[in-house]
């Protein structure tokens, strides 16, 4: 029996010739990568100094994205600490303030996820990198302490659900609502990898893939990983740090389920507010639904393509009186071509308030939080009750497309709707 992607990508690691799902193996790295959340924590698990020599100071990246700039001192405190960290061990990929932006779009500004690679950082959503053919994974404070003094982390090895995606998503429709279709209908992937192919990826931009596979972490998935095509290769061209060597699965390989998508059939979805699996729908059926707040951001959609599109869709409007509308783009080097494109210009007429690169809102930190009955329409990763602010707010998840479209309204609104009128 053939081997999926993601199980070449371990077996490779792992100095296995073939591993299959339920293996529990020990894999070498090739990137460790820690944020500022991290500084945050005490005690053995967390105390990142005790680290007498990291295992490769090339494979080791530092990012300050969470907490950009400092709002408060514990967060200054925080990246005293880190600062310090990556001038004692001399980490040349470290992502201070000015280089920043969220962690998962660093590295693949920083041509840091390259395919046939196997990458742990210590942040959940880490599976964004499987967009460029290659295994990450996220791990909690102890495991990324051994990763970073050792290089190795260890793994069972997860069965495998494939999506094959055919045609090409019509106007409005983004990778965001592919993926809100894909948690309402099958819901919960905990203990299994998702792995994608078929014909319709190549309509898919680089921005796109990423989208999906940082949002897999939602469904609790394992890993999410894309194939390796010529609009990958276009997209790396300079960009990556070293040779790489893509991975393809085997004409046999098994899988838990095959299901397919029909990319032309689909339309705008949107969560309900708590929590994504089976809590998904059309926005039609939540529409009109007034908001609070729209924010376009995140690692999930805080991208050039993402803000170019909410650009186009205010020019010449106004956001609606009741409504604040923001815009964080993933990283500085996304705000410098969002304002160089004039994008920013035109959102900050219609009255948007576009803030520095950063994590920001979407975890709770700052810049954009919920007070007490309030409701945000948002393209962030995540909608836990509480996370955005004050637990007795609501957060739903949607595209840029639908989000910019209520915010204009005030309402909950079908993009393709408000594009027509």
Request: aromatic share 8%.
């Amino acid at each position: 029996m053939g081997m999926t992607m993601t199980e070449k990508i371990i077996a490779s690691h792992s100095g296995r010739r073939v591993v299959k799902p339920g293996d529990l193996v020990t894999c070498e790295l090739d990137l460790v990568g820690i944020h500022d959340m991290m500084f945050f924590l005490s005690g053995e698990q967390g105390d990142f100094s005790r680290i007498r020599k990291v295992f490769d100071v090339d494979k080791v990246a530092v990012f300050v994205d969470h907490a950009v700039p400092a709002p408060t001192t514990a967060d200054a405190d925080s990246a005293v600490k880190e600062r310090a960290f990556a001038k004692k061990h001399k980490i040349k990929n470290f992502f201070d303030v000015g280089r920043h932006g969220v962690i998962h779009q660093k590295i693949a500004e920083a041509g840091l996820a390259l395919p046939g690679r196997l990458i742990t950082c210590s942040d959940s959503h880490t599976c964004a990198a499987g967009a460029f053919n290659c295994a990450a994974k996220g791990f909690g404070p102890a495991d990324i302490l051994y990763a970073l003094c050792t290089g190795q982390s260890w793994y069972q090895v997860p069965g495998t659900v494939k999506y094959e995606l055919h045609g090409s998503l019509p106007e409005y429709v983004t990778a965001k609502d592919v993926f809100l279709y894909i948690a309402g209908k099958y819901g919960d992937a905990a203990n299994q990898n998702i792995e994608f192919a078929g014909g319709g990826i190549k309509n898919l931009s680089i921005s796109s893939r990423q989208c999906i596979a940082v949002m897999c972490a939602e469904l609790n998935a394992e890993f999410a990983v894309f194939p390796y095509d010529a609009v990958l290769e276009a997209y790396l061209g300079e960009k990556a740090v070293d040779a790489y060597e893509p991975v393809s699965p085997d004409s046999d390989a098994a899988y838990d389920a095959i299901r397919n998508l029909s990319l032309d059939e689909m339309e705008p979805y949107i969560s309900g507010a708590h929590y994504i699996p089976n809590n998904c729908r059309p926005v039609g059926e939540s529409a009109g639904l007034p908001i609070n707040q729209a924010l376009l951001g995140s690692c999930s959609n805080g991208r050039l393509e993402d803000i170019a599109l909410a650009a186009g869709m205010v020019k010449g409007k106004k956001i609606a009186e009741n409504v604040r509308f923001i815009v964080t783009p993933a990283s500085q080097e996304v705000y410098l071509e969002a304002l160089r494109g004039g994008y920013l210009e035109t959102l900050a007429e219609a009255g948007t308030v576009i803030t520095n690169a950063s994590c920001g809102a979407c975890y709770g930190g700052h810049m954009g939080l919920l007070g007490g009955g309030e409701r945000c329409i948002s393209t962030t990763t995540r909608n836990f009750k509480g996370r955005m602010g004050n637990p007795e707010s609501e957060v739903l998840l949607a595209s840029p497309a639908t989000v910019t479209a209520s915010a204009v309204r005030g309402v909950v609104t079908d993009p393709r709707s408000f594009m027509e009128g």
